[in-house]
């Protein structure tokens, strides 16, 4: 089995919280369900079309926020509309608050997102996985990829395919581990608080598949844990990982994937 990584970068990011309605709020990190439409975008899959092909039944997605984060509210100007004849501004403009997702310096921070990609164990998944490394590898993918918003775009980079030769699969240890990856809250068993001044840390509820009835219907949630500054974890985990080796500089990360 083959695990593909490579990294998303942009100026702006914003994945809206599908329970808020009169305020656009943001998730830190981009839920399973966007990561899909990314892929879907890179596929040139039609809207709504992918939701079985690459639910988590077939694709393994593992993510990390690869740099700081912060979150910030801007004030956004929309057109006020209470019918079909107020599109041309008869009715001037309404602001909504608009939750964005930077870096911590705007001018020089970029928001780097880093994916994880293999086939489900039963092995489900590869030819569409061979399809994406061959659109990333030559850089022909279909539509242009955002980071949320169509209007906050996004670049793949640095492709790496890691073979059986570069990563394994472990039992966690019983002492602490350095985790790079998000992981499901319920496999943390304890942080290490006392090996780092500062600890930045998330906790949240997030969507991770459609029901395959094109209606974007939300059949799976996550509660994931992950780190907001890119660095490792220091956690006591349950279960297995997998410890990835990069050929060239033998970095090693230790993952999970989010199935």
């Given at each position: 089995?083959?695990?593909?990584?490579?990294?998303?970068?942009?100026?702006?990011?914003?994945?809206?919280?599908?329970?808020a309605?009169n305020?656009?709020l943001?998730?830190?990190?981009?839920?399973?369900?966007?990561?899909?439409?990314?892929?879907?975008?890179?596929?040139g899959?039609?809207?709504?079309?992918?939701?079985?092909?690459?639910?988590?039944?077939?694709?393994?997605?593992?993510l990390?926020?690869?740099?700081?984060?912060?979150?910030?509210?801007?004030?956004?100007?929309?057109?006020?509309?209470e019918?079909?004849?107020d599109?041309?501004?008869?009715?001037?403009?309404?602001?909504?608050?608009?939750e964005?997702?930077?870096?911590?310096?705007?001018?020089?921070?970029?928001?780097?997102?880093?994916?994880?990609?293999?086939?489900?164990?039963?092995?489900?998944?590869?030819?569409?996985?061979?399809?994406i490394e061959?659109?990333?590898?030559e850089?022909?993918?279909?539509?242009?990829i955002?980071?949320?918003?169509?209007?906050?775009?996004?670049?793949?980079?640095?492709?790496?395919v890691?073979?059986?030769?570069?990563?394994?699969?472990?039992?966690?240890?019983?002492?602490?581990?350095?985790?790079?990856?998000?992981?499901?809250?319920?496999?943390v068993?304890a942080?290490n608080?006392?090996?780092?001044?500062?600890?930045?840390?998330e906790?949240?509820l997030?969507?991770?598949?459609?029901?395959?009835?094109y209606?974007?219907?939300?059949?799976?949630?996550?509660?994931?844990f992950?780190?907001?500054?890119?660095?490792?974890?220091?956690?006591?985990?349950?279960?297995?990982?997998?410890?990835?080796?990069?050929?060239?500089?033998?970095?090693?990360?230790?993952?999970?994937?989010?199935?």
């Amino acid at each position: 089995m083959k695990i593909i990584r490579f990294d998303l970068a942009g100026k702006f990011a914003h994945f809206r919280k599908y329970y808020a309605n009169n305020t656009a709020l943001s998730y830190t990190l981009p839920p399973r369900t966007v990561v899909m439409g990314m892929l879907a975008a890179i596929l040139g899959r039609p809207r709504d079309s992918y939701y079985r092909e690459l639910s988590s039944e077939n694709i393994r997605i593992g993510l990390r926020i690869l740099a700081p984060v912060k979150k910030s509210f801007h004030r956004v100007n929309h057109l006020k509309v209470e019918d079909a004849h107020d599109f041309q501004g008869a009715k001037g403009h309404t602001q909504t608050p608009f939750e964005v997702v930077t870096g911590p310096d705007l001018r020089t921070d970029f928001v780097r997102y880093r994916v994880y990609l293999a086939p489900s164990v039963s092995g489900k998944g590869n030819s569409v996985l061979e399809e994406i490394e061959e659109r990333l590898l030559e850089r022909t993918g279909v539509f242009s990829i955002s980071l949320g918003t169509a209007n906050f775009t996004a670049e793949a980079r640095g492709l790496q395919v890691f073979d059986e030769n570069n990563w394994r699969e472990l039992s966690a240890p019983a002492d602490f581990l350095p985790i790079h990856s998000a992981l499901f809250s319920e496999r943390v068993l304890a942080i290490n608080i006392q090996s780092n001044n500062k600890l930045l840390m998330e906790e949240e509820l997030m969507p991770a598949d459609f029901k395959d009835n094109y209606n974007r219907e939300l059949s799976k949630m996550n509660r994931l844990f992950f780190a907001i500054d890119g660095k490792p974890m220091p956690l006591k985990i349950s279960g297995n990982f997998i410890e990835l080796r990069t050929p060239d500089s033998n970095e090693i990360e230790n993952i999970l994937f989010l199935d």
